[in-house]
């Protein structure tokens, strides 16, 4: 057995042989942290900037820099500091994290210090926890002291739902950088095309803008009442809903995609014209690996507030992570970037605390949630449980509309969302959903706006 080297990380989708099956050995190894043949990135690009035409996605390049600022950080930036960005003008590097060794977006020198091995394309079909053991399809067995499951969820397919036709070829999901490179090359190849975006969710809003802005002629159907229905209310989906038919996209609520030909066949009868299928119906965290070897809770792997899970030396992060969400007293698993960041960077805290004996304090997570689409930006914290009041100006037709919601539950505001908040207005209303203060009437809340949200 060799001396195991300092870091690993282990992802992919496709298997691929090794020159060499002997056993490797790390004290450290990172299961998943990308599931395709790139490095570890970030997925929220990828149904927007992305997804632009070259005019708009250079003016989105610009705004993002001006937000992050010359470096973008991946999902492990806080203990493994990589950068991606080398220079402003390579945008396919700042979204994506290409291929490490032909790119070398790392610093010089930086890997080979810190001691970290990529290990990409390779497919892990067994993990034996009691033996510290992982297998990949290849053969290969690698060997751990200490294991992070970062391997994320994957998309719900049609062919979950036995959808007739699912298997057509202009049928698109949106998870990985090779989903996002198939689908920006249809687009391209099929200029000023019908497209129907299945969903109503985060991928389906995103996705139904940036297709507008491509020239497609855009559908979005979704069963559901109304869109994001698990963070929106009615008032607020309202707007969006309005805001995307003034761009000049058709929405069909209330049915669902029933069979794919040449036309989309929908559950109520009526026949939608589709050069591209985009769907984008939820997902589900990808822990069959470790069925049976840890404790699960609520659809994920059930840890403590350090990210513990219930066998020593193993630790899960992100969204296959159930948690303690210590500000409202339950567990919870959350899917998004944000808390896929900190959760890393608490389970690494522990990690090493506890290598040295040390302790630190428990994951203390405020829910974020936020998107951008067309002209539009908003952003969500707390928790939306409660009554709701919506303040400001929600007209779709305004061409500068602005407003917000506060969701109030036992006399303390709980959440706050607000739609083109500047940046001290959206810091306003995450100290609101942070320090949770007492609610005046609903009344005096709608009167008062963001007002309420300075004072706090």
């Not at 539009?376 to 914290?381: A, H, P």
């Not at 919601?405 to 959206?426: I, R």
Request: include cysteine; aromatic fraction near 12%.
């Amino acid at each position: 057995m060799h001396a195991p080297s300092s870091l690993s990380f282990i992802g992919g989708l496709s298997s691929s042989s090794s020159s060499s099956m002997a056993e490797k050995c790390f004290k450290y190894v990172i299961i998943g942290g990308g599931v395709s043949a790139v490095a570890p990135y970030e997925r929220p690009a990828l149904s927007k900037g992305y997804m632009l035409p070259e005019g708009t996605l250079f003016l989105s390049l610009q705004y993002q820099l001006q937000l992050v600022g010359p470096n973008y950080w991946c999902c492990f930036s806080q203990f493994l500091v990589f950068t991606i960005l080398q220079e402003q003008q390579d945008f396919q590097a700042f979204m994506s994290v290409l291929e490490v060794e032909e790119k070398n977006y790392y610093p010089s020198g930086m890997q080979r210090k810190a001691r970290i091995t990529l290990i990409l394309s390779t497919e892990i079909v067994k993990a034996d926890l009691a033996s510290k053991t992982l297998t990949s399809a290849a053969g290969e067995t690698f060997k751990y002291e200490v294991l992070i499951i970062a391997t994320g969820s994957t998309v719900l397919r049609l062919e979950d739902f036995g959808i007739e036709g699912a298997d057509a070829k202009n049928i698109f999901y949106l998870r990985e950088i090779h989903d996002a490179d198939k689908l920006v090359e249809s687009i391209k190849n099929k200029k000023n095309g019908n497209a129907l975006v299945v969903g109503g969710g985060y991928i389906g809003l995103e996705l139904s803008a940036a297709l507008k802005i491509n020239d497609y002629n855009v559908s979005m159907v979704y069963p559901e009442p109304w869109c994001m229905p698990r963070l929106f209310t009615a008032d607020m989906a309202a707007f969006y809903e309005g805001y995307y038919m003034k761009k000049g996209i058709n929405i069909i609520k209330g049915t669902v995609a029933a069979g794919f030909v040449k036309e989309v066949k929908l559950k109520n009868g009526k026949m939608e014209a589709a050069d591209i299928v985009v769907v984008g119906v939820g997902a589900k965290p990808l822990i069959n690996l470790f069925k049976g070897q840890v404790e699960e809770e609520k659809g994920g792997i059930k840890t403590d507030a350090f990210f513990k899970t219930s066998v020593a030396n193993v630790y899960a992060i992100g969204d296959v992570a159930t948690f303690p969400m210590k500000m409202y007293g339950d567990m919870r698993r959350v899917e998004h970037v944000d808390h896929s960041r900190k959760s890393a960077e608490q389970a690494v805290k522990a990690i090493f605390a506890s290598e040295q004996g040390k302790g630190i304090e428990d994951y203390h997570y405020l829910p974020y949630f936020y998107s951008r689409s067309f002209d539009l930006s908003w952003q969500f914290f707390g928790d939306n449980v409660g009554e709701t009041v919506v303040f400001g100006n929600h007209d779709p037709q305004s061409e500068k509309p602005k407003f917000g919601t506060y969701w109030v539950k036992d006399g303390k505001v709980m959440g706050a969302f607000l739609e083109s908040g500047t940046p001290e207005e959206n810091q306003a209303i995450r100290k609101v959903a942070r320090e949770q203060p007492a609610a005046p009437s609903l009344e005096s809340l709608a009167s008062e706006g963001l007002k309420f949200a300075s004072k706090i």
